[in-house]
């Protein structure tokens, strides 16, 4: 049984940082994919960030780029979500998500191509 728990969301103000986590259990291969998603009140969830287990690569969201680190620790299974410079735009509740994918595969940004998530956390920026 797969199962994504994320944790670290919270209230920060504009220009704050904050990490995410999320620590996998039962996923059944070593090639998969692991991606951060976000959902704002009344919007459609959006692509983060994502890192192959594979190989290691890493894809961003435009609109987080330069602000956003994805990091993985092999050893614990746990995927982080670096925020810095965050803005009110960010708040969102954050899921966790993750998938098979083939060794050379780009981890797709959407949000239909994974079958596990997380529960989710909430970020909320003041401003």
């Known amino acids: 049984q797969v199962q994504l728990v994320e944790s670290g969301g919270g209230l920060v103000p504009a220009g704050g940082s904050l990490r995410l986590s999320c620590s996998a259990s039962?996923?059944?291969?070593?090639?998969?994919?692991m991606s951060w998603f976000r959902q704002a009140p009344g919007k459609e969830r959006e692509f983060v960030a994502a890192?192959?287990?594979?190989?290691?690569?890493?894809f961003y969201a435009d609109s987080v780029k330069g602000r956003v680190t994805i990091s993985r620790d092999n050893a614990k299974n746990t995927v982080y979500l670096q925020m810095n410079s965050l803005k009110p735009e960010d708040t969102a509740v954050y899921f966790c998500?993750?998938?098979?994918?083939?060794?050379?595969?780009?981890?797709?940004?959407?949000?239909?191509?994974?079958?596990?998530w997380g529960q989710g956390t909430q970020v909320t920026v003041s401003s």
């Open positions: 890192v192959s287990w594979s190989t290691g690569s890493i």
């Open positions: 039962g996923l059944p291969s070593s090639s998969y994919a």
């Open positions: 998500a993750a998938d098979r994918f083939a060794y050379f595969e780009r981890p797709s940004p959407t949000s239909s191509r994974y079958k596990y």
